[in-house]
């Protein structure tokens, strides 16, 4: 069975702590996501890497960095966190080349207080 | 800007009936693909269509791509209570390897 899991299921942090959100796949998957989910707009991409080292901006990344040192490892890390970041974060994994199929690990809620 | 128009954005049904959610873009995808989301999880993928007029069939759901390949479809016969979910259409990019465009999501609750 293919699985993607993310290290909390839920957290609350205060604002300007350093957060970190890590997430582990055992599909030996290429490209792995970070995506942000908020009620009515749907999934975000955050950033993604299609390697280990290389990652590439998605399409909301500011206040965002992420870390991927491992193949099966993609860590996104909140610099400074703020109350705007309150949300679910959904980490995915798929293979290189079509047709695109991801997998999902079951989310973080972060809450910002 | 690729878009994937979702509708409806909710739905509520009784047990037994009969559903339609629609997936539309002006953008064609390589690509079409439906997930279920639970609350608290993450979405589940439920198929992939990639040929253009394709056809899947997934117990009582139907899925359909669009002969362009810009729209497709989920239908829900006889639609049961264990069906309640959000579901999600995303489309492959065709100038990406590996990105997908992502539908708003149809909240769909089914009462007995």
């Known amino acids: 069975d293919v699985k993607v899991t993310q290290s909390s299921r839920y957290l609350v942090k205060r604002t300007g702590e350093k957060v970190f959100l890590e997430c582990v796949q055992d599909m030996d998957h290429e490209n792995m996501f970070w995506y942000r989910q908020d009620p009515g707009l749907g999934l975000r991409l955050i950033y993604f890497s299609y390697d280990v080292k290389m990652k590439e901006k998605g399409d909301i990344p500011e206040g965002y960095s992420v870390s991927r040192e491992k193949k099966e490892r993609f860590s996104l890390i909140l610099e400074s966190a703020s109350t705007n970041q309150t949300s679910m974060y959904l980490c995915a994994s798929s293979l290189w080349g079509g047709p695109y199929e991801q997998y999902f690990g079951p989310g973080t809620r972060l809450t910002v207080t | ?112």
């Open chain 2, 1 to 112: 800007t690729q878009l994937l128009e979702q509708s409806p954005q909710f739905l509520s049904i009784q047990e037994g009936e009969n559903l339609t959610v629609y997936c539309n873009s002006s953008s064609v995808f390589s690509s079409l693909q439906w997930y279920r989301q639970e609350p608290g999880e993450g979405p589940v993928l439920l198929v992939t269509v990639v040929t253009g007029g394709e056809v899947k069939k997934l117990k009582r759901l139907t899925f359909q791509f669009g002969d362009a390949r810009k729209d497709s479809s989920l239908h829900i016969t006889a639609a049961q209570p264990g069906d309640t979910g959000l579901y999600l259409c995303a489309g492959g990019r065709m100038d990406s390897n590996y990105q997908l465009i992502w539908g708003a999501g149809t909240k769909l609750i089914i009462k007995p």
